[in-house]
């Protein structure tokens, strides 16, 4: 897959083919991960060298913040759900990709 699609289009590929399982030796945006977590779907990634591990760690970390923020999820915890809404509102709020230092808005990630 290119770069640039987005955690509903992964999650919509993951459930209409059944996967189960992911081994991704490309690991680019976290979208996929991202997705993976959405859906409870264990995942193995790859990373390039130390900063892309913290990067996606952080990725990961925020998505996490996300589904434990949100009823619907089994990760929701209510009093942990109002603490992070209180500290970190604005960014859960929106499910936007997360962007690397440096990225201007509107510009793809290659």
């Known amino acids: 897959m290119s770069a640039g699609k987005t955690v509903a ?3 919509i590929l993951l459930q209409n083919y059944s996967i189960v ?3 991704d030796v490309s ?6 991960g991202s997705a993976a977590l959405a859906l409870g779907i264990p995942i193995t990634s790859f990373v390039f060298d130390d900063t892309h591990l913290v990067w996606l760690q952080n990725v990961a970390d925020l998505q996490c913040a996300r589904l434990i923020c949100d009823k619907n999820q ?3 915890q209510q009093t942990l759900a109002e603490a992070l809404q209180n500290w ?3 960014d859960l709020a929106l499910d936007r990709p997360v962007k690397k ?3 201007e808005e509107g510009e793809e990630n290659k």
């Not at 690991?27 to 996929?32: D, F, V």
């Open 88 to 90: 970190f509102g604005d």
């Open 9 to 11: 289009t992964y999650k």
């Open 101 to 103: 230092k440096g990225e």
């Open 74 to 76: 089994n990760l929701y």
């Open 27 to 32: 690991p680019g945006s976290g979208a996929l």
């Open 21 to 23: 399982d992911i081994q």
